[in-house]
């Protein structure tokens, strides 16, 4: 009975007299598999801490330091794997952002591009000049979105749509307010 702490043990030391690469390819494929999920864009930091990890255990080995590279290498595939799980959450999250926002964005613009035609029969061109051109640049903006979204690059699509809606808003209340009949302008 005493012999199996000692066959343990004596199993243990044997394990680390030689460079873990088992360890080291199944850490490489999680690099690897959280890349092809996003990890890199989606979850920066886990991804950055497994290939560090993988890193450290490749000096390990060269230092023929087997149970530290081990270690490493058991941490790499640990964070790559978060990073993987991560990286999809924040995907589907920005994803679902985007998607929202595109949404309220074409509901806006198409409200502006029924209004616009209006206030140009009654309205000077300079009065429309700058919502005119925050109208189109919205549009513009929304159509490179678009691609960023077919290409699933949403993190891109996203900046692009920043402050979208709010130039597309401000543009509509200059054109309300322009189209009001002077009384009601006064007593704003």
Do not use: F
């Not at 926002?101 to 061109?125: D, G, T, V």
């Amino acid at each position: 009975m005493r012999r199996w702490p000692v066959l343990l043990l004596a199993l243990a030391m044997s394990a680390c007299a030689e460079p873990p690469h088992k360890e080291m390819d199944q850490a490489q494929g999680a690099i690897d598999a959280a890349r092809a999920a996003g990890a890199e864009r989606y979850a920066t930091g886990e991804y950055t801490a497994a290939t560090t990890a993988l890193e450290n255990s490749n000096d390990a080995v060269a230092a023929r330091d087997y149970r530290l590279a081990l270690n490493y290498a058991l941490e790499s595939a640990e964070h790559a794997q978060n990073a993987a799980r991560l990286a999809a959450n924040t995907k589907a999250q920005v994803r679902a952002e985007v998607e929202r926002s595109m949404a309220e964005i074409a509901a806006l613009l198409a409200q502006a591009n029924m209004r616009l035609p209006a206030a140009r029969r009654r309205l000077p061109a300079r009065t429309l000049r700058q919502p005119s051109a925050d109208i189109a640049s919205a549009n513009a903006d929304v159509q490179e979105a678009g691609e960023a979204v077919k290409a699933d690059d949403y993190l891109t699509a996203l900046m692009q749509l920043e402050g979208v809606k709010e130039r597309i808003e401000k543009a509509l209340a200059t054109i309300e307010e322009a189209m009001a009949p002077p009384a009601a302008r006064r007593r704003r």
